[in-house]
C-alpha cells in the first residue's frame, strides 16, 4: 500500500458515487491521493448494523473470502480485529466449517484457514465506522447522483438531485449491479458498454434463528448444495448474537418461498438433512426476506474505443456475479488495490490522472476474467444456466470432477482447491503438472 505521508496529492477532490463496501474501500484508497473525497449515497444510512434499501442482498448470508479479508485489512489496519469484537464467528475451515457439494460432503480435515462469517450490515456498519475516522473523507448520504459533467472528455463534476454540481477531479463509480450510471456515460458520447452475461435464474430466501439453549455443536457452518437437475442448496451460518443466518437458494423453477412454512419445507427438502435439522428446533427471529440474482454480468468498460478522463467504475458496476459464491465483495476489494496501486505509480511519477483509465482497466479485466471464468465451469454444472458455453466446457467439467474426487485421498490438493474457492492462490495451481497427471488418471478411469 503506498505509504500516506510520502504521497504526492493527485488532485483536490474526489467524489465516490455509492457507499457501500467497493465505494468505501475506494474512498480509503482516494483519500491518499487527494485532499477532500465526498461519498455519495442516495440511502439513509445507519447508525447500528442495519439493512438498507439500497444493498437488498444484505439481508442474506455473508461469508468474506480470506483474500477479501486480507485486502480489507490492509485497506482498514484493525478491521479484522474489531469485527472480532463485535461478535464475529473465526471457523476453521474443513473442520467448524463444512462444505456438501455435488458429489457429497467434502473430507472434515483442517484446511488451515481461519473463515470470518457475518451479516453483511455489521460488515458495512464496522467498515463505515472506520472510514469516518479518516478526516479526508466525508459521506454524504440522502442524496441521489444523477449524472456526470465534463469538459474536452474530462470529468469536472457530479450532478446531484436538486441540480447541485459538485466540482470534482476524479469519481468512482461504485453505483453497483443496477447499471443505472450507464445512461450517464452513453448520454455524453460513451458506449454503449458491452456485456458478458449468464442467465443463471438464482433465488434465495434468508433469516436468522436464535440457536436453541445449551446448543453445542462441532459444525458452525453449513454450505449445501447438490448435482443437477436438482439446484436446491442452503446455508447455515453461526453469526453474531448466538444466532444462524440461514439462507435457502435454488434456480428457476427451484427458488425457496418467503412464506414460513414453505420455508421449512424446502429446507427438509435438501439433499441432506443438516440444515432443516438445525432450524426446526430453532426459534425465527426475523421476517423470511427473499432476493433474486436472475444474472451474472460483466460490462466490458476494457473494450470501449473510448471512455471519460477522471471517472473509473469498480466493484458491482464492472461485474456481478451468483452471490451464491462469496467472491463479490473480494472481486470490489482487488479492484480497489488495482487502483490504489497504479494511483501510487501516477504519485511517485508525477504522470498525473491523465491516461489511467487504461492500466487500471487492463488490471481489473485480468482479476475480473480469472474469477469469471472459475465460476463459468460451476456455473455450466448445472444444465438450466444459459448463456455462451466455452468451447472447452466439456473438459474443464470432467477435469473439476476428477479434481473433486482427488481431494477425497489427497489433503494438499484439498487445500489447495479451497485456497483458490478463497482467491487466495491462483486457479492455476491446481494445473501443477502432477496434479495434472493424476486428475487425468482418474477421468480416464471414469470414462
Avoid at 472480532?84 to 466449517?97: H, N, P
Avoid at 471517472?311 to 456475479?321: M, R, S
Amino acid at each position: 500500500m503506498a505509504d500516506k505521508a510520502r504521497r504526492v496529492p493527485l488532485g483536490k477532490r474526489a467524489v465516490v458515487v455509492g457507499a457501500g463496501m467497493g465505494g468505501m474501500m475506494a474512498a480509503e484508497v482516494l483519500s491518499r491521493y487527494f485532499d477532500d473525497v465526498l461519498v455519495l449515497d442516495k440511502d439513509t444510512l445507519p447508525a447500528a448494523a442495519e439493512a438498507r434499501m439500497g444493498v437488498p442482498q444484505g439481508q442474506h448470508v455473508h461469508a468474506l473470502a480470506v483474500q477479501g479479508r486480507r485486502n480489507l485489512e490492509k485497506l482498514f489496519p484493525g478491521l479484522t480485529s474489531t469485527l472480532m469484537d463485535r461478535g464475529v464467528m473465526c471457523t476453521r475451515a474443513g473442520l467448524e466449517f463444512r462444505i456438501h457439494d455435488a458429489a457429497g460432503w467434502q473430507p472434515a480435515r483442517d484446511l488451515q484457514l481461519q473463515l470470518l462469517v457475518m451479516s453483511r450490515p455489521l460488515l458495512e456498519t464496522t467498515v463505515r465506522d472506520f472510514l469516518k475516522c479518516n478526516p479526508r473523507v466525508t459521506i454524504r448520504d440522502e442524496t441521489c447522483a444523477e449524472g456526470w459533467t465534463f469538459s474536452d472528455d474530462t470529468l469536472t463534476g457530479v450532478v446531484v438531485d436538486g441540480g447541485e454540481t459538485i466540482a470534482a477531479d476524479f469519481a468512482i463509480d461504485a453505483t453497483g449491479r443496477s447499471g443505472g450510471s450507464l445512461s450517464w456515460l452513453e448520454a455524453s458520447g460513451f458506449g454503449p458498454v458491452e456485456e458478458t452475461t449468464l442467465e443463471i435464474g438464482t433465488g434465495y430466501a434468508s433469516a436468522i434463528f436464535r440457536k436453541p439453549e445449551g446448543w453445542n455443536a462441532s459444525v458452525d457452518c453449513l454450505s449445501i448444495a447438490a448435482a443437477d437437475p436438482d439446484t436446491r442448496g442452503g446455508f447455515a451460518f453461526s453469526v453474531e448474537n448466538n444466532c444462524w443466518f440461514v439462507s435457502l437458494n435454488g434456480r428457476f423453477d427451484q427458488q425457496p418461498s418467503g412464506d414460513p412454512e414453505k420455508f421449512l419445507a424446502f429446507a427438509k427438502s435438501l439433499c441432506t438433512p443438516e440444515i432443516y435439522e438445525w432450524i426446526s428446533q430453532a426459534e425465527r427471529i426475523t421476517p423470511i426476506k427473499v432476493y433474486k440474482a436472475p444474472v451474472s454480468r460483466w460490462r466490458r468498460f476494457d473494450k470501449l474505443d473510448r471512455h471519460p478522463g477522471g471517472i473509473l467504475p469498480l466493484g458491482d458496476t464492472i461485474a456481478h456475479v451468483n452471490p451464491l459464491f462469496g467472491q463479490g465483495m473480494t472481486l470490489a476489494s482487488t479492484h480497489a488495490m488495482n487502483l490504489d496501486g497504479i494511483l501510487a505509480e501516477r504519485s511517485a511519477s508525477g504522470e498525473g490522472l491523465k491516461g489511467v483509465s487504461r492500466p487500471y482497466f487492463e488490471r481489473t479485466k485480468l482479476f475480473t476474467q480469472s474469477v469469471w471464468r472459475g465460476l463459468e465451469g460451476v456455473e455450466f454444472s448445472y444444465s438450466c444456466t444459459k448463456g455462451q458455453r466455452p468451447a472447452d466446457l466439456d473438459r474443464r467439467l470432467a477435469y473439476s470432477r476428477g479434481l473433486r474426487k482427488l481431494i477425497e485421498q489427497d489433503a494438499e490438493v484439498h487445500r489447495l482447491l479451497t485456497g483458490v474457492s478463497q482467491m487466495i492462490h491462483p486457479p492455476d495451481v491446481i494445473m501443477r503438472p502432477d496434479i495434472v497427471e493424476r486428475v487425468l488418471q482418474i477421468v480416464q478411469a471414469q470414462t
